[in-house]
């Protein structure tokens, strides 16, 4: 199975920070890794498909990158309504989800 | 509109099952496979299984074989979870969603539905 290491587990930053979150796989997975937003008591809201791909309606201030096993989701100015936990997930085979990463607001 | 519509909440015993829903509109049914995936409170995103809507094939995770079982109605485009042998600590938010993209459509998840596992 492939194992995804998202780090950090959560982190702390002031509105305005840029914000970067990062998914290693355990092989890899063809850029087949999806970014989620989850909100306290809500579905995983998918923002950036295939690595790099931003969701219809999803604000541009986050973004994606990475190829092969390393990849980096990042959020370019901290808003107050980002408050949320983030996933990474990779459908390459099967899917399998990184351990998540909760944004709070400094 | 592309959208996943669960079954509502349940409470049940240990050792009974349940049978969640995910009606799927605004997409072929068929052309996505469906992922079941569930969260434990305050836990990460566990996934349980997928079924091909198209052939009814299906791959369930080590964790769970034996015990659920993934199901489709292709007339009513709905795929359905069952978990037997219910125990505490499968109280959580079952999911279904397709979990990628195809030409661009990105079918949302389903809301989620809750069981409670409780004596």
């Known amino acids: 199975d492939i194992q995804m290491t998202q780090s950090p587990s959560s982190l702390s930053a002031s509105v305005g920070d840029r914000v970067t979150i990062t998914c290693q796989a355990s092989q890899d997975i063809n850029n087949y890794l999806n970014w989620y937003q989850q909100k306290p008591g809500k579905a995983p809201k998918l923002l950036i498909y295939?690595?790099?791909n931003l969701e219809t309606g999803v604000p541009s201030r986050f973004s994606g990158s990475g190829s092969g096993t390393d990849f980096t989701f990042t959020i370019s100015s901290l808003q107050p309504e980002d408050i949320a936990t983030y996933y990474c997930q990779q459908y390459d085979n099967l899917l399998t989800f990184g351990g998540g990463t909760k944004v709070e607001i400094k | 509109q592309v959208q996943l519509v669960q079954s509502g909440a349940e409470v049940k015993k240990p050792g009974a099952s349940v049978k969640v829903s995910c009606k799927a509109s605004?997409?072929?049914?068929?052309?996505?496979?469906m992922h079941w995936v569930r969260q434990a409170p305050g836990q990460g995103l566990e996934w349980m299984g997928w079924?091909?809507?198209?052939?009814?094939?299906?791959n369930y995770a080590q964790k769970f074989q034996g015990r659920v079982t993934l199901t489709r109605d292709t007339s009513f485009s709905t795929a359905y979870m069952e978990l037997s042998r219910l125990r505490s600590d499968d109280t959580a938010v079952y999911y279904c969603?397709?979990?990628?993209?195809?030409?661009?459509?990105?079918?949302?998840w389903g809301q989620g539905t809750l069981v409670t596992v409780s004596s």
């Open positions: 969603a397709t979990g990628y993209c195809s030409n661009g459509v990105c079918p949302p």
């Open positions: 079924i091909n809507p198209n052939s009814g094939d299906t």
């Open positions: 295939d690595a790099s």
């Open positions: 605004g997409y072929t049914f068929t052309g996505y496979y």
